[in-house]
C-alpha cells in the first residue's frame, strides 16, 4: 500500500515537472536576451513580446535562391511582393508564406516591348488603382505597372528647376497615396522624397529633414558671418540627412532616416502638407544609448533603415545596426524590442526592409537571403489589446488588459500608465496617482491629484470650515493677551519711572 | 534700548532689512550658535527641496541618494563664502571678523531657507496649475536674502554701497578660485591614494608569492 502511494506521489510529481520543462523551452525559444526601458531610461530584461516562427529562403518558395531581397510589401490582395534585387525580379508571395504565386521577370511597355528590371530595391502597391509601383535603381526609372505586367507609367529623371540635374535618379523606395500621387526616395537626394503627380508630372519635394543643430553647426554660423561670400561659396555646406525610407498610413506618411548621428527627425509622422506631427515629440526611436563594441571600437548606435505602421496603428522601425525591430503604438510608447543580429532564426546579418501583416512581422535580410517571420506571442496580444483599446479612448475597458500585462512583466512601464489613465478616467484618484507614480507620468499624476484634492475638500468641507473658524480666533486671542501684556509692562515701568 | 535675546535678535534684522545689522554690530550681537543651525536648515531644506518635493512638480532620480552634493551645496559653498569674504575684505580694510562675517552671512540666508521649506510643503498642495504662487514665494524668498546679505556685508565691513558691490563681486571670484583649487587638490589625493593602493597590491602579491 504504502509503496503504491510513493509511486503514485512520485509520478504526479514527475508529471508536473515534465510540464514545467516542456513549458520553459518554449519560452526561452528566444535566441537573444529580451529588453524593454524602465522609467529611468534603463535596459531592464523582459517579456518577448514576438517570437521567431521561421525564416524562408526562396528554395522554401519554390523559386531558387533570393538575392539580397530588399523590399518587402504585403498588397491589398493578401500577397506579399518582395523586391528580389540581386535577381532583378519581383516575387509574390502567397500569404501563408510558403509559396511563390508568381514572379515577374520582365514587362510589357506600352508599345509592345519588354523591358527588364535591373536591382529594384522598392516596391509598392496601390490598393485604390491596383498598379504595381517598382522602384528600378539602376535603370533610374519608376515603373508604375498592373499585376499583369503591363507597364501603364514610366517615370524617369524629372526636367525641372528644382531638380538638379548633375544629380543622377536612382529610386530606392516608392509610395503611391490615395489620390494617385507618387513619393520617390532617392539614395542621393537629402531634400526629401521626390513627388509626381498621378500622370507622372514632377511636383517637387517632400518631408525634408532638418539640420540639427550640434555645437560645430552653431559654430559654422558664427563663423560664416565673417566670411567673404567667395570663401562662403566654397565651404562644405551643412545638409540634412536624407530620408531612408518611408511608409504611409491613412492619409499620413511616416519616414524615417538611417543616420547614426541624427537624433531629431529619424522617425517623422508627414500629414500631407509636409509637417511633422511629431516634431515636438520627445520620444526617442531606437536605443536610449549607443553601446560601445570594445572588439570593433566603435559606438553601435541605432540606424533606422526601414519603417512600417502596422494596421492597428503600432509604429515597427527596423534598425540595422544591431538588428532589432522597435515597436511603437502610435503615440510613441515603446512596445517591444524583438529581434538581434545573429546567425539563428530571429537573428540578423543584415536587415534590410520589414513589413507587418495580422499579428506576424516579416523582415527581410540581404545578407542571409531570408524573410524572417515573428510570430506575436501571448504576452505580445495582451499588450497589443490593450495599447489598441488604450489608443481608440477606451481606458477603463483596456484597464483589464493591462492588469494582466503588469502580472506577467512587471517592470513594463507602457502597462502603469495605462493603468493611471483608466483610473484617472474612472476617478479612482488615489490609485491613479500609485500608478502613475510608477510610471513616471507627471501630468497623468497632477490631473489625479487634482481631483484626489477636490475629492478631499468635498468630504471634510465642514472640517475645513470649522478648523479655520477656530484658528482664526485662537490667533485673535493670542494677539490680544500679548498686547494685553506689553501694555501692562509698559504701565508698570511708567509708574517705575514716577516713582 | 535694544535689549534682546538672540532668537529676537534673528526676528529684529529679518523685519529691519536695511539697517537690523547696524543694530546688532552695534551692541556686539549675534550667536554663532545660530547661525550654524541656519546652515544646517539650508542643509536640510536642499534635501527636501530635492527629495520630498510634490511628484506632480518635480520627479527625483530617486534610484540612488549621494548625500555628497546637498553638503557641497549648502556647507562647502558657505565656507568658502565666509572664507573668500574675509581673505578678500582683510586687503580691502574690512572690519570684519571671521566670526562676525560667518554669523551675519548666516543670518541673512533664513528667507531662502524658509522658502525652499515652505515651497516644498505647498508642493503638495497646489497641482501644476498654481505653481505660479510657489514661484512667487521664491522669488520673494531670494530677493529678501540677496537684499539681507547686501546689508549684512556691509555692515559687518562698514562699506559704502558700491564698495560692497565690488567686495561681493571679488568674493565670488575667489570663492571660484577656491573650489578650484579644491577639486584639484581632491584629484591629486586621489591619484596619491590610487599609488599608494597599487604599491601595496604589488607588494602583496610578491610576499604571497
Not at chain 1, 498592373?146 to 509610395?175: A, H, M
Not at chain 1, 502610435?330 to 499579428?359: K, P
Not at chain 1, 501692562?488 to 514716577?498: I, N, P, Q, R, Y
Request: aromatic share 12%.
Amino acid at each position: 500500500m504504502k509503496k503504491q502511494i510513493k509511486k503514485i506521489v512520485t509520478a504526479i510529481f514527475s508529471l508536473i515537472l515534465c510540464g514545467c520543462t516542456a513549458n520553459s523551452a518554449v519560452f526561452a525559444a528566444e535566441p537573444y536576451d529580451v529588453y524593454n526601458y524602465d522609467r529611468w531610461g534603463d535596459p531592464i530584461p523582459s517579456q518577448a513580446g514576438y517570437t521567431a516562427e521561421k525564416s524562408v529562403t526562396g528554395y522554401d518558395l519554390g523559386i531558387g535562391a533570393m538575392d539580397m531581397p530588399s523590399d518587402i510589401f504585403c498588397a491589398f490582395d493578401g500577397n506579399f511582393y518582395i523586391a528580389d534585387k540581386g535577381n532583378n525580379r519581383i516575387i509574390t508571395v502567397n500569404s501563408d508564406f510558403d509559396k511563390a504565386v508568381r514572379t515577374y521577370e520582365s514587362f510589357i511597355m506600352p508599345n509592345g516591348t519588354k523591358t527588364n528590371l535591373k536591382k529594384p530595391s522598392g516596391v509598392f502597391l496601390s490598393a485604390e488603382n491596383q498598379y504595381m509601383y517598382i522602384a528600378d535603381t539602376d535603370n533610374s526609372r519608376v515603373l508604375v505597372a498592373d499585376l499583369e505586367g503591363y507597364v501603364i507609367k514610366e517615370i524617369t529623371k524629372p526636367e525641372s528647376e528644382i531638380y538638379d540635374s548633375r544629380r543622377t535618379f536612382n529610386p530606392v523606395r516608392v509610395i503611391a497615396d490615395k489620390a494617385g500621387n507618387i513619393y520617390v526616395v532617392l539614395n542621393n537626394i537629402t531634400t526629401g522624397a521626390a513627388m509626381f503627380s498621378p500622370d507622372g508630372e514632377f511636383t517637387g519635394f517632400y518631408g525634408a529633414n532638418r539640420v540639427q543643430p550640434t555645437a560645430e553647426i552653431i559654430g559654422d554660423y558664427f563663423a560664416e558671418l565673417f566670411m567673404s561670400d567667395e570663401k562662403k561659396a566654397r565651404r562644405t555646406r551643412s545638409v540634412p540627412t536624407g530620408i531612408t525610407s518611408f511608409d504611409i498610413a491613412g492619409d499620413f506618411i511616416f519616414t524615417c532616416t538611417s543616420s547614426t548621428t541624427q537624433t531629431a527627425d529619424t522617425v517623422k509622422k508627414l500629414n500631407a502638407a509636409g509637417k511633422n506631427i511629431f516634431a515636438d515629440n520627445e520620444a526617442v526611436f531606437g536605443d536610449y544609448a549607443p553601446m560601445y563594441d570594445t572588439s570593433q571600437n566603435r559606438l553601435l548606435a541605432s540606424a533606422i533603415v526601414d519603417i512600417d505602421i502596422a494596421e492597428d496603428g503600432n509604429i515597427n522601425c527596423l534598425d540595422l545596426t544591431m538588428g532589432r525591430i522597435f515597436q511603437y503604438d502610435e503615440d510613441c510608447n515603446l512596445l517591444f524590442i524583438v529581434g538581434t543580429n545573429s546567425s539563428q532564426t530571429g537573428g540578423f546579418r543584415q536587415a534590410a526592409a520589414l513589413e507587418s501583416y495580422g499579428d506576424r512581422l516579416y523582415v527581410t535580410d540581404t545578407m542571409k537571403n531570408t524573410v524572417t517571420i515573428f510570430k506575436e506571442t501571448e504576452f505580445g496580444e495582451i499588450v497589443h489589446r490593450a495599447s489598441y483599446l488604450h489608443n481608440e479612448g477606451l481606458y477603463e475597458e483596456a484597464l483589464n488588459p493591462w492588469l494582466e500585462v503588469l502580472e506577467r512583466d512587471g517592470n513594463y512601464r507602457r502597462a502603469y500608465l495605462g493603468v493611471a489613465a483608466a483610473k484617472l478616467r474612472s476617478g479612482e484618484y488615489e490609485e491613479a496617482m500609485e500608478y502613475a507614480k510608477l510610471a513616471d507620468a507627471r501630468k497623468i499624476y497632477d490631473k489625479a491629484f487634482e481631483g484626489y484634492r477636490m475629492d478631499f475638500i468635498k468630504r471634510n468641507f465642514e472640517l475645513i470650515i470649522l478648523g479655520g473658524i477656530f484658528a482664526g480666533i485662537a490667533v485673535a486671542g493670542i494677539i490680544r493677551s500679548r498686547k494685553e501684556k506689553k501694555a501692562a509692562l509698559a504701565a508698570e515701568k511708567s509708574t517705575e519711572k514716577e516713582e | 534700548m535694544m535689549e534682546l535675546s538672540p532668537v529676537r535678535w534673528v526676528a529684529h534684522i529679518l523685519r529691519h532689512p536695511v539697517d537690523g545689522f547696524e543694530d546688532m554690530r552695534w551692541k556686539k550681537s549675534g550667536s554663532l550658535k545660530i547661525a550654524f543651525f541656519i546652515v544646517f536648515m539650508l542643509f536640510l531644506a536642499n534635501i527636501a527641496n530635492e527629495r520630498l518635493y510634490g511628484f506632480n512638480h518635480y520627479i527625483p532620480y530617486d534610484r540612488i541618494f549621494n548625500v555628497v552634493p546637498y553638503i557641497v551645496k549648502s556647507f562647502v559653498i558657505f565656507g568658502a563664502w565666509t572664507v573668500g569674504n574675509w581673505s578678500v575684505c582683510s586687503l580691502l580694510d574690512g572690519e570684519g571678523k571671521m566670526r562676525n562675517i560667518c554669523i551675519y552671512s548666516a543670518y541673512a540666508l533664513i528667507p531662502y531657507t524658509a522658502q525652499m521649506f515652505i515651497n516644498t510643503i505647498l508642493s503638495h498642495f497646489l497641482i501644476r496649475d498654481e505653481y505660479v504662487f510657489m514661484a512667487i514665494i521664491r522669488i520673494i524668498g531670494i530677493v529678501w536674502s540677496a537684499v539681507l546679505l547686501f546689508s549684512a556685508i556691509r555692515s559687518v565691513h562698514q562699506y559704502s554701497a558700491t564698495k560692497t558691490i565690488a567686495a561681493i563681486a571679488l568674493t565670488i571670484g575667489a570663492m571660484a578660485i577656491m573650489l578650484a583649487l579644491l577639486v584639484l587638490f581632491l584629484s591629486l589625493i586621489q591619484h596619491v591614494l590610487i599609488f599608494f593602493s597599487t604599491l601595496f597590491t604589488e607588494i602583496s602579491y610578491r610576499i604571497r608569492s
